[in-house]
Structures are given as C-alpha cells and as structure tokens.
C-alpha cells in the first residue's frame, strides 16, 4: 500500500465510450502526475499538476483530458479512444514537483477494442 | 529526447546467484533512480542515487552513479524468489523544468527456486 489508490483496476471499453480514471493519494502530497506504460516501452510522462494547476501536458492527444479538483484527487477523463492507447495508466503523486520522490499507485489496465 | 538503454532486457537465474544490470545514457544525468515493479502493482522506489560516483546499499541493493554521470548500475546479491519483477532505471537532470523523469525500458527478472 502506498497511499496512491487508482480506480477502477481493469477497463474494458470500446472506442466510443467515454470513462474515468480516478487516483486518490492519502500522503499529504501537492504534485500528481499520469504516466503511461506500454509494453516494452519506457514509461510515459502524460501529464503534471502541481497544487491543482497543470504544468504539464506531454503532447498527449485531446481525447485523454486530465482533471484535479484538489491536491487529493486526479481524474483522466477518456473518450473516442484508440486500440493502441491500451495500456497500463499509472497515477503518483510527490511532495513538490520532485518526481524522485514519488509515490505509484497500482494502476488502471486499460483495453481498448 | 533523451533515452536510456537498459540491459539486460531480461533474466533467468537460479536463487542464490548475484545479478547485475546496468543503464547508459548519451547523456548526463544528476540523479539516477532504480525502481522494482511486481506484476500488477506501480514501480516502488528502490534505490535514489544524487551524486557522481555514489554507491549506496538498500539491504542486498547495490547501485552505482557512474562517475561520468551517463550511466548506473544496480546489483542485486542472493537473489530470492521475491525478487521476480521488472526493474526500471531513471534518470533525472534536475533544476528548473528539468524534473522530468527519463526511464529505461526495464529488465524482467525470474528467479528459479
């Protein structure tokens, strides 16, 4: 348990759907990031937030919107996805923008069909 | 971008043996960092290295800031059962906007009991 807890754990959803991510940290922390992992590949920056504002957006695709209604909480807002953005979505969170400092929550495995 | 090239991409060894691996950059990097991923949770930090030519021990950890700062390495000593999962390598440059994380595509390690 690292205090980063990602919902749901697995989704399924086709290419006209709309779903949400959702990460809570319980650490205190005023940084959340999304990363996101493909197989064999290294993992990807998608988006920063620091004290709820984002500071960050790795050139990801409209249809992957970002959401931080406070320090807490993190959404990743889904619709007209594509097969290839299947992956693993990982939340973290850190005290600052000190990445090597953070903490990974277990992820959300998500299959696009 | 910058990149890290991890090796080895994976493992097979017998419990009890010692394992090494190792990241390089054509870059430098002011803080090296080795995460351990298990199967279906988030990478946990391992081991944090901030200066050139650092060892620093975590239990039977061993990692390495190369005294170039392009490179680390991470040995693992009497490997055990539980040691299976996927290590990560990053890199950090630090200081301004610089806090991105550069991660290594992994090493898979199996263990054999």
């Known amino acids: 348990e690292t205090g980063v807890t990602q919902t749901p754990r697995h989704l399924v959803m086709g290419m006209t759907n709309k779903k949400s991510l959702k990460c809570e940290q319980h650490?205190?922390?005023?940084?959340m990031y999304w990363y996101k992992q493909s197989a064999k590949k290294p993992l990807e920056l998608m988006f920063v937030?620091?004290?709820?504002?984002?500071?960050e957006n790795n050139s990801v695709p409209s249809r992957f919107s970002p959401e931080c209604p406070n320090s807490s909480h993190l959404f990743l807002h889904l619709h007209t996805l594509q097969p290839e953005d299947s992956a693993l979505y990982l939340c973290?969170?850190?005290?600052?923008?000190?990445?090597?400092?953070?903490?990974f929550g277990q992820g959300t495995r998500l299959t696009v069909v | 971008g910058q990149q890290l090239n991890q090796s080895p991409q994976s493992m097979f060894i017998q419990e009890g043996e010692d394992v090494s691996m190792n990241c390089t950059s054509s870059?430098?990097?002011?803080?090296w960092l080795w995460y351990k991923q298990d199967p279906g949770e988030g990478p946990v930090l391992l081991i944090a290295?901030?200066?050139?030519?650092e060892l620093t021990s975590n239990g039977r950890l061993t990692a390495q800031f190369g005294i170039t700062r392009k490179d680390s390495f991470l040995n693992i000593s009497a490997s055990i059962p539980s040691d299976v999962g996927i290590y990560f390598c990053?890199?950090?440059?630090?200081?301004?906007?610089?806090?991105?994380?550069?991660f290594g595509k992994g090493t898979l390690l199996t263990v054999n009991p």
């Open positions: 650490l205190g922390h005023n940084a």
């Open positions: 290295l901030y200066k050139a030519g």
């Open positions: 937030y620091n004290f709820k504002e984002q500071t």
């Open positions: 990053a890199g950090q440059l630090g200081g301004g906007s610089n806090y991105k994380l550069t």
């Open positions: 870059s430098i990097f002011n803080t």
């Open positions: 973290a969170s850190s005290q600052g923008p000190r990445m090597t400092e953070a903490f």
